[in-house]
């Protein structure tokens, strides 16, 4: 049995793919891999109760003396299911925007994943050099310590692994500085597509520029 996706069903029944998951939703159509799972017998189910809905409204429009007066209340009983299918929509959209409620105190970044396993693998490099920078230091002041004990005359070598420490962390400072550099890099990129995401939804006026809460 072949199935559709909701973009595919709005365009078969000429309707908007909201309308096509507030249907979805009503009659509890099964999903599969979070996806609806639209078979023809539904769409063929949804275009009968279409026509029979169509079918009753024009035998009511015929059958009654008044025909002007039978139209327009059907038209405003129309535009009464539509206003309930759009609060529908809108609560839908409303309960999607609730999971992005950010807290005080809280951020939230956007990476793509390829941009997201290059921070992972840079954050493991990062956490790898600090370790090694801290069993350096640990290694050094033990080294200080017994060059302190056993011979002062020993200075001269003290001096040359305190310049070979000095170099190293220098050379690790600025691996980190890199890696450091790329994140910012990172939150930049992430900071300019929720503002992207933002605009876009005052544009459709979902959310209020004020209050930066959805509007109600």
Request: proline share 2%.
């Amino acid at each position: 049995m072949k199935t559709y996706s909701v973009k595919e069903a709005s365009d078969i029944l000429g309707i908007k793919p909201r309308a096509v998951q507030h249907r979805c939703k009503r009659d509890n159509i099964r999903k599969k891999s979070n996806k609806y799972l639209i078979t023809d017998e539904i769409i063929d189910l949804w275009k009968e109760l279409k026509a029979t809905q169509n079918a009753n409204a024009n035998a009511m429009l015929n059958a009654m003396p008044n025909a002007n007066a039978t139209q327009l209340d059907l038209q405003v009983q129309s535009l009464q299911i539509e206003n309930e299918n759009l609060k529908h929509q809108v609560d839908d959209l409303r309960k999607e925007l609730s999971r992005f409620d950010i807290e005080e105190g809280e951020r939230m970044e956007v990476f793509t994943d390829a941009e997201y396993e290059a921070l992972e693998e840079r954050l493991i490099e990062w956490r790898t050099l600090q370790k090694e920078i801290e069993h350096k230091e640990e290694v050094f002041s033990l080294k200080e310590q017994h060059f302190n004990t056993e011979n002062k005359t020993l200075s001269k070598s003290l001096k040359h692994y305190k310049n070979q420490f000095e170099y190293q962390k220098k050379q690790s400072t600025k691996i980190l500085d890199m890696h450091q550099t790329l994140i910012d890099t990172i939150q930049k990129q992430s900071t300019i597509t929720i503002q992207r995401n933002t605009i876009e939804a005052i544009e459709k006026d979902i959310v209020n520029p004020d209050t930066w809460k959805p509007n109600k």
